[in-house]
Nanobody, 122 residues
Framework: VQLQASGGGLVQAGDSLRLSCAASRRIPGAYDMGWFRQTPGNEREFVAGVDYNGWHTRYADSVKGRFTISRDNAKNTVYLQMDNLKPDDTAVYYC????????????????WGQGTLVTVSS
């Protein structure tokens, strides 16, 4: 399954962005989905995760209260609403499939696409 993230761009601190992640086809099985981000020279960082039904979500402490993950299984799409953006949120954001559920370890995710760049200016 290929996952394509989109919706990134250049914004100012305090602005909002909504990232979307479209799957090339319906993802077989009831997988959790997640978002990671990465800045040059750094490891990938878990941002948010959502279970198959969208009932349970989890977030990195750095984005809790500002970001909201959701999904629309009928559209094979996962979203990341990002509010009150900060310069530290600048990164390439990746949408990924959680192979074991409830994970935050990048080794337990697959279907990494090209990501979408979010740049937040101060």
């Amino acid at each position: 399954v290929q996952l394509q993230a989109s919706g990134g761009g250049l914004v100012q601190a305090g602005d909002s962005l909504r990232l979307s992640c479209a799957a090339s086809r319906r993802i077989p099985g009831a997988y959790d989905m997640g978002w990671f981000r990465q800045t040059p020279g750094n490891e990938r960082e878990f941002v948010a995760g959502v279970d198959y039904n969208g009932w349970h979500t989890r977030y990195a402490d750095s984005v809790k209260g500002r970001f909201t993950i959701s999904r629309d299984n009928a559209k094979n799409t996962v979203y990341l609403q990002m509010d009150n953006l900060k310069p530290d949120d600048t990164a390439v954001y990746y949408c990924v499939r959680d192979l074991v559920g409830g994970s935050t370890d990048e080794r337990l995710f697959d279907s990494w696409g090209q990501g979408t760049l979010v740049t937040v200016s101060s």
